[in-house]
């Protein structure tokens, strides 16, 4: 089994748990070891570059440090927003050697040494590239024949763009979902922005984005939205309540972790999906496929 | 008297880093404007607020709540034709704003920032922000936050820990972070 | 006859900059300026400055600290007095609140905060001038 270097991140010890729970089981029943890193510390998400950037990418780099140690050759975030931050900080980090010698002293605090060496990937990109479609294919045992889903790529996966890629209409999340024998929908706002911390700081523009989001998916007949992010899935999924007295709107749609529903689709026990421990509760959704 | 650096330099200054292009290559064509999900709630828009920068409008761009909007998206960045990174536009302007304190009155962003960075610098570790409002004073969101938790029988049920946990090296860590930035004591 | 002394300011506040280079030049100083790092580092390697006036808040974050330590490495710049003028503590007050500016890890031969006193900026300047031309003239 292939070993990877894995950073859960924050959000999956607390709301996200279920997309810890998930991600965890999916990955062994795929033949993915995911080897979590020794204490690592917060990713900063967006709230640093306001203050200072050069901290912003030390506390990134001393995870990315950490996992250079273990000599695995891999990183993997399972959050959107922790993977743009590793991402673009180990890249940096090689193209700017000024940046890397002031981090690095940083980190000898932390008896630690940064090379930006690591390849480093988010989760879905891990069960695209390395597993692939027909390896998840042979894994399903209950295909979710039937089920409409709305795939939700949200920003941080996708943005900025890194190499040519297409960053307007990509495919590969609906080509997983078709390969574990749901519908994938076509829906324009799959790729716009869930608010992330506005709900905070500009309450009334976060939940006008998620009212958006919610009403093309839900129009295009969606059973359930899925999303690659604990910050896109909270946002989208506990603020309904919200948006439906702000909007007047009786929406109530489940919202999973892509890794919830290839569990599903894969026979996993929904238990140890973290199923039924969400806000919305999921007895609707797929369980008849 | 020496000339005075413009604003449009001040903000060119701070963005010498910038991995996109300097600003002064932006067309005024406003598809930053036309992307940006936030821009209904904007003071003025992002293609606007980069016309201000380049007349130097100083006051006016600092006290709008433009920047402050930002949800670092990056969707007009992966758009601008003329290749600049508006997001980190926002970003610099943040970060222009918080070491003055000029920004505009009744912002929560700011008093966001600050608290997220404090809270991981005390404990290296973090809730997601919805849940930070809920640990950290003075946020007037946070009895949104905190309905929508109960409205969601979230904290009823105990799934959520009441203090972020802490890293195990947390002394050593934050000696890392006083090396970045040189404040406080050593101990 | 004393040659007239070149120094130069990294500083990216343009009114602060302003102020005391117009201090330094009554003072007989030649004084350039750059307002950010990059364009600091490139002016240091263009020409002999008998000391540098540095800012520590630029650009992305605490940046003069970073600029400082290359200093410092530079065999060509490590022997040239830093004065760092800064209002870090006022920039991200709330960080550590209270607490002393610390920049003791890096090799600087002074640092002192804004607002800066004419008459104090001006002695600081003569007197680091003059202990790197003795240290330069003693015999090794």
């Known amino acids: ?289 | 008297m020496t000339a005075e650096l413009s604003f449009n330099q001040e903000i060119a200054n701070m963005m010498y880093a910038t991995h996109g292009n300097p600003i002064s290559h932006c067309l005024q064509c406003g598809t930053c404007s036309g992307t940006c999900p936030a821009v209904e709630f904007m003071d003025y828009t992002p293609r606007a607020i980069i016309g201000m920068i380049r007349e130097n409008f100083k006051d006016e761009v600092l006290a709008s709540n433009t920047y402050w909007s930002c949800a670092s998206c990056y969707h007009c960045t992966v758009r601008c034709p003329a290749g600049i990174d508006i997001a980190d536009m926002m970003y610099a302007l943040k970060r222009y704003s918080m070491w003055k304190s000029r920004f505009k009155e009744g912002l929560i962003g700011p008093d966001f920032s600050e608290g997220f960075v404090k809270m991981i610098v005390n404990s290296g570790k973090s809730f997601e922000p919805i849940l930070a409002t809920t640990y950290l004073p003075k946020f007037s969101a946070g009895d949104l936050v905190q309905e929508a938790l109960t409205a969601t029988g979230l904290v009823l049920k105990g799934k959520i820990p009441l203090l972020p946990k802490r890293i195990k090296r947390l002394k050593k860590f934050q000696r890392m972070v006083k090396r970045i930035i040189p404040l406080g004591e050593l101990s | 006859m004393n040659v007239q002394k070149r120094l130069i300011i990294i500083d990216d506040d343009p009114d602060f900059v302003g102020g005391i280079k117009s201090i330094l030049e009554r003072a007989e100083y030649q004084v350039d300026t750059a307002y950010n790092p990059k364009d600091g580092f490139q002016a240091l390697q263009a020409r002999r400055y008998d000391l540098l006036l540095l800012d520590i808040m630029m650009g992305r974050g605490a940046e003069g600290i970073a600029l400082a330590r290359k200093i410092r490495k530079d065999p060509k710049l490590r022997e040239m007095p830093v004065l760092i003028i800064t209002s870090v503590r006022e920039q991200i007050a709330f960080l550590f609140p209270g607490q002393a500016v610390h920049p003791n890890f890096v090799d600087v031969d002074e640092l002192v905060e804004k607002p800066v006193e004419p008459k104090l900026l001006l002695e600081k300047v003569s007197a680091l001038i003059k202990a790197a031309e003795e240290k330069h003239l003693q015999p090794q």
Request: charged share 20%; proline share 6%; glycine share 6%.
């Open chain 1, 1 to 289: 089994m292939k070993q990877y270097a894995y950073y859960p991140g924050c959000s999956l010890e607390s709301l996200a748990k279920p997309y810890q729970l998930s991600a965890k089981e999916v990955s062994l029943a795929l033949g993915l070891d995911l080897r979590e890193i020794e204490d690592w510390n917060c990713c900063g998400a967006t709230a640093y570059f306001p203050v200072d950037e050069l901290l912003a990418y030390t506390l990134v780099a001393r995870n990315l440090a950490i996992a250079e140690k273990t000599g695995l050759t891999d990183f993997v975030a399972p959050c959107s927003a922790c993977f743009k931050n590793a991402y673009y900080t180990n890249n940096y980090l090689k193209k700017d050697p000024d940046l890397a010698d002031h981090i690095n002293f940083a980190l000898e605090e932390d008896s630690l040494h940064v090379e930006g060496t690591l390849k480093v990937r988010h989760l879905i990109e891990v069960v695209l590239e390395d597993v692939g479609l027909e390896a998840v294919k042979n894994k399903v045992a209950h295909p979710l024949a039937g089920l409409k889903v709305a795939p939700y790529y949200g920003c941080q996966l996708l943005r900025p763009r890194k190499d040519h890629e297409d960053v307007e209409n990509p495919q590969y999340f609906e080509e997983l979902l078709s390969a574990i024998g749901a519908e994938p929908l076509e829906y324009a706002s799959k790729t716009r922005c869930c608010g992330a911390s506005l709900i905070i700081t500009n309450r009334k523009a976060a939940l006008e984005m998620v009212h958006l989001l919610l009403k093309e998916a839900i129009e295009r007949g969606a059973d359930v939205i899925v999303t690659t992010c604990p910050m896109c899935n909270v946002n989208v999924e506990v603020y309904q309540s919200q948006v439906n007295r702000e909007f007047g709107t009786n929406y109530s749609i489940p919202v999973m972790y892509f890794t919830q529903l290839m569990g599903m689709a894969m026979g996993i026990a929904p238990r140890r999906l973290g199923i039924a421990r969400e806000p919305v509760p999921k007895a609707q959704a797929p369980v008849s496929a």
